[in-house]
């Protein structure tokens, strides 16, 4: 079985891959303040008002104060009786993502895609694409340079 590099102290490297694991609350912070039109990221817990889905929810009854979004959801699309809710629902929130835009200035996802060696990897859910398009067209070219990149961002 093939073993991974190990630590370096004398050359102070240390040639074994990493892996960084980030969530919503990584979002929220690369992002405290929304986007550059300050279009404010959301949480699982707050994200029926950030996203302003209150009114539809209402529409039909729903409670969901207090209710983490994802629970809400799963509920409501495995219900037979809220399907055009549900499709009302997602197109409201492909909507309010849809306009997001980053901002001008360096994220804290920039700096953790930056400082990523050529062998590292990048995986995010939320905002991959929209990352890695702003990697190759955004970033100043020799922050960004393809050659220091992770192959799934060159």
């Known amino acids: ?3 991974l590099p190990l630590l370096k102290p004398e050359k ?8 960084v694991l980030l969530g919503a609350g990584a979002s929220l912070a690369s992002f405290p303040n929304g986007d550059r039109n ?11 008002e950030v996203v302003g889905l209150n009114d539809l929810l209402e529409e039909h009854g729903i409670d969901y104060q207090e209710k983490n979004f994802e629970e809400l959801y ?10 055009n809710l549900v499709r009302r629902l997602e197109t409201r929130i492909r909507e309010y993502f849809s306009r997001m ?3 001008d ?13 050529k062998e590292g990897s990048h995986r ?18 020799k922050r960004a340079s393809s050659d220091r ?3 799934r961002l060159r």
Not at 12 to 19: E, K, T
Not at 38 to 48: D, E, G, I, S, W
Not at 74 to 83: C, G, P, R
């Open 101 to 103: 835009e980053l901002p």
């Open 38 to 48: 300050a279009r404010l990221l959301p949480l699982m817990r707050n994200f029926v």
């Open 149 to 151: 990149l992770p192959a």
């Open 74 to 83: 799963s509920d409501l699309h495995f219900s037979k009786e809220h399907s």
């Open 124 to 141: 995010h859910v939320q905002l991959g694409p929209v990352l890695a398009t702003r990697v190759q067209t955004q970033l100043p070219p």
């Open 12 to 19: 102070n490297a240390n040639d074994s891959p990493h892996v």
């Open 105 to 117: 200035s360096l994220t804290l996802y920039d700096e953790i895609v930056l400082s990523l060696r």
């Open 1 to 3: 079985m093939p073993t």
